[in-house]
């Protein structure tokens, strides 16, 4: 199984609205990785979780609150949101401290802020 | 400040000739880049990678050569089909570090 599955595939929430992004792994990834990409731009790193605990934070602000409740899974929690963080946010995973950098992507979540 | 810099925004190639992309990057502490391909609403698909002890690596129909004195590197993919048609983003790391820096992206089109 060499996927990273990602849901929902659209969200469309509200400035005051309290959402989650959700991705999973099951290829035994020890690190997992949020990023976000704007129309016609490269992904943007957002964070980095290794072995279950956050390792990068690109100074997101906190409007963005990632969690890792297993080597598995990755939530991006998201509350009171701006309509310029409509995006695509994508979610990898890669194996940690091995000489691979390769990460997976997802297929990533389309989300809408009105 | 742009790192990593795919200068071509879009490439069009006739079918079964060879695509050339290239990438240029500014940091020498680099020491492992890779080639993601994008299809719209799909995240991207890893291709192709090479570390900066090596100048060429081959995959297949793909093959990313790394020019470290120039600091280019270049993907060929031949022959060319249709199903290679995407945006192809140029990524690179250094140091063991899991951030990849991303150029800006080349759409590439092969035509009929």
């Known amino acids: 199984d060499t996927e990273v599955t990602q849901t929902p595939k659209h969200l469309v929430m509200g400035m005051t609205n309290k959402k989650s992004l959700k991705c999973e792994q099951h290829?035994?990834?020890?690190?997992m990785y949020w990023y976000k990409q704007k129309a016609k731009k490269p992904p943007e790193l957002m964070f980095v979780y290794s072995y279950e605990k956050l390792s990068i934070n690109e100074s997101v602000p906190s409007r963005f609150s990632p969690e890792c409740p297993n080597s598995s899974l990755l939530n991006l929690h998201l509350h009171a949101l701006q309509p310029e963080d409509s995006a695509l946010y994508l979610c990898?995973?890669?194996?940690?401290?091995?000489?691979?950098?390769?990460?997976?992507f997802g297929p990533g979540t389309r989300l809408t802020v009105t | 400040d742009q790192q990593v810099k795919q200068n071509s925004p879009s490439l069009s190639v006739q079918e079964g000739r060879i695509s050339i992309l290239n990438c240029d990057y500014t940091n020498s502490m680099f020491d492992y880049f890779l080639w993601y391909k994008k299809y719209p609403a799909e995240g991207p698909t890893f291709l192709i990678s090479?570390?900066?002890?090596?100048d060429k690596n081959e995959d297949g129909r793909f093959t990313v050569f790394l020019n470290k004195s120039a600091k280019h590197l270049s993907l060929h993919i031949v022959p060319s089909q249709p199903g290679d048609s995407a945006v192809y983003f140029c990524a690179a790391s250094f140091g063991g570090a899991q951030k990849l820096v991303f150029g800006q992206g080349t759409r590439l089109t092969i035509n009929p």
């Open positions: 290829m035994g990834h020890r690190a």
């Open positions: 090479i570390s900066s002890i090596k």
């Open positions: 990898a995973s890669s194996q940690s401290g091995g000489a691979s950098y390769e990460q997976y």
